[in-house]
């Protein structure tokens, strides 16, 4: 009777927790998955200063305020307990991403439009920065500890569901406001886009209900009755030398592998598969929306056996097969779509030519629309665009090529195949690390230690993932997979530190 | 095992000024290849954020070196026993 009652008990602590971690993160990815529309709203191109803000936006939120968050909320977490603390974040969130939906454009308001999209950004980074400490935290002191591991691996599985939840909201939204799928389109990126934002308000009340009626962390309030709790947790967790060896363990040979698999996995790829292999948009999507259906489970799964066999070697073998593995993944990725390895069928090609007229010129902007047909069912969408000048032989130097591809039924689910292992490695780094967070540090300064290295990890080595490896393929054109130099480098020397340095120990209690 | 540890804290101090060096010179000439703001604002971030986790990098190869990974606590609480031993 009393194992059904804690066992109860322990479902309820995971679903207020994950339900709330779950939202912010896709409060968090709908900003970031709409980047485009949102920037033609806010931050147009033509004005540098708005430009600028764009910029600020997409670095300060993921890489300066995550941290940053960490200290604060974390610091707020070990100081007045976990309950309110995320509960707190969960405000913050909600209402920035309610605002968000709310702002007039550009046009509308001028400046004030990108400053205010800008703060709220930032309020958002900060609220992501201080969650997820709390939940796993909150989730870890309710566990037993023979299946800490297990328990928390349900907050685990809330930041790739959250990416799956904003991306299956944006597909849906863009589709569903017209019968005609261009017009469905059109409207999406003039004010359907504010949908996925204001929706989030109805989740973040339900969550907040939620979360009201939980009570405090037993071992935090254990700590609070014996006037035990720490007076100074920035100080006790990063001015400790016992205690700082632990945050840049945990780093070095954790969170900062774990970060780069993670975003490689999941952001990379689908970049990756649109841009590089230039596959559709909703194809691109879809594809990332079956790897994780499929891959998810595995975060509980591979999380429930490091209850039993021990953290360090599942999260290390996650790297080790990214590391291994990562090349001739994505090389295949690029095979898939390369039309070089196809044959086309040239009885089915087809070409139009459309031509708008220059406002007060004699010259026309010319559209022409290539749609090739390949034997396996690929089809090809190049647009070229460019200006047909009345003088004779004058040519646009450098025309706009845009190439879109929709993939035969039998390569998508081929991508849909190496998608899915991305994720696996996902869940094999993902999976135990709450757990393993949780006990390398005591409880009366958990929540700031384990934060810090989390958000350095996931924020910055994870977030720029994307950027870098984009960045490389800029500096060594020729090479289409380079950027994978960047998550590779980092998770070896993350893998060999973590194999020399890690203790494959369970903490037997989290009770101090 | 341990001098595996402490030796590869060698490595590490080493690697921490390394890095920063390569962000710094891919930095510069990134800048200077596309002299615009968002560059500037691109590369600032990526040093000021870098730049005291490469310094976090040396501190832990030096804790390495020392032996301060020899033994590590068993157990989360062991390190409140610590607490009396700062920096």
């Not at chain 1, 941290?67 to 969960?90: C, E, I, M, Q, S």
């Not at chain 1, 460019?386 to 004058?394: E, H, S």
Request: hydrophobic share 50%; charged share 15%.
């Amino acid at each position: 009777m009393n194992n059904n009652n804690e066992t109860k008990g322990i479902w309820k602590v995971i679903g207020a927790s994950s339900l709330g971690t779950l939202i912010e993160w896709y409060d968090f990815y709908i900003f970031g998955s709409l980047a485009v529309v949102i920037a033609n709203q806010f931050f147009p191109k033509t004005n540098p200063t708005a430009a600028l803000l764009s910029t600020l936006a997409t670095f300060a939120a993921g890489f300066i305020v995550r941290p940053f968050g960490a200290l604060v909320f974390g610091r707020l977490g070990d100081l007045v307990g976990r309950k309110y603390t995320f509960l707190l974040t969960l405000v913050l969130m909600g209402g920035s991403t309610f605002a968000i939906g709310c702002i007039p454009s550009y046009e509308s308001i001028g400046f004030l439009a990108p400053i205010l999209v800008l703060i709220l950004r930032l309020i958002q980074g900060l609220a992501l920065g201080g969650e997820y400490g709390g939940a796993a935290t909150y989730v870890a002191e309710h566990s037993p500890a023979h299946r800490r591991g297990f328990f928390t691996s349900w907050i685990q599985t809330t930041a790739t569901l959250g990416l799956f939840i904003s991306l299956g909201v944006i597909l849906l939204t863009r589709h569903f406001l017209d019968v005609d799928p261009a017009k469905s389109i059109a409207k999406f990126n003039d004010w359907g886009w504010r949908i996925p934002f204001l929706i989030s308000i109805l989740l973040v009340v339900v969550s907040i209900y939620i979360r009201l009626k939980m009570a405090e962390s037993p071992l935090y309030e254990k700590l609070k009755s014996e006037g035990k709790t720490s007076v100074n947790p920035l100080k006790e967790s990063f001015g400790n030398k016992a205690n700082l060896k632990m945050v840049l363990l945990a780093l070095f040979g954790a969170t900062m592998g774990q970060g780069v698999v993670w975003y490689t996995g999941q952001f990379y790829a689908q970049s990756f598969i649109e841009n590089v292999c230039k596959v559709e948009f909703d194809q691109s999507r879809t594809i990332l929306i079956w790897g994780i259906l499929f891959a998810t489970p595995f975060f509980v799964i591979f999380a429930s056996l490091s209850d039993k066999i021990g953290r360090k070697w599942i999260m290390l073998s996650g790297m080790f097969l990214a590391v291994i593995s990562y090349n001739y993944l994505f090389t295949n990725l690029y095979q898939i779509a390369d039309v070089k390895t196809k044959t086309e069928v040239l009885a089915k090609k087809e070409i139009k030519t459309n031509l708008t007229a220059i406002a007060n010129s004699t010259d026309f902007i010319r559209k022409t629309i290539t749609k090739t047909t390949f034997t396996d069912g690929m089809t090809m969408l190049q647009t070229q665009t460019d200006t047909a000048y009345a003088i004779p032989g004058k040519a646009t130097i450098k025309p706009l090529i845009a190439i879109s591809k929709t993939l035969a039924s039998n390569d998508y689910w081929k991508m849909v195949g190496i998608v899915f292992l991305l994720i696996l490695y996902v869940t094999l780094v993902y999976g135990p690390i709450a757990a393993f967070l949780v006990e390398l540090f005591p409880t009366k300064i958990r929540y700031t230690s384990m934060s810090l290295p989390y958000h350095i990890g996931n924020g910055v080595f994870g977030g720029l993932t994307p950027f870098i490896a984009t960045l490389l393929t800029t500096i060594y054109t020729d090479n289409k997979i380079v950027g994978l130099m960047y998550p590779i480098i980092i998770a070896t020397i993350c893998m060999i530190i973590g194999a020399i340095y890690i203790s494959n120990k369970i903490d037997p209690a989290v009770d101090r | 095992m341990n001098a595996i540890k402490r030796y590869a804290g060698l490595i590490w101090i080493i690697l921490g000024p390394l890095g920063i060096h390569y962000l710094l010179q891919t930095a510069s000439a990134e800048i200077a290849k596309k002299p615009g703001i968002d560059t500037q604002i691109q590369w600032g971030v990526f040093i000021t954020v870098f730049y005291p986790i490469a310094i976090g990098f040396i501190l832990f190869g030096l804790y390495a070196l020392e032996g301060n990974y020899d033994q590590l606590p068993a157990a989360s609480s062991e390190i409140d026993d610590y607490q009396a031993k700062p920096l």
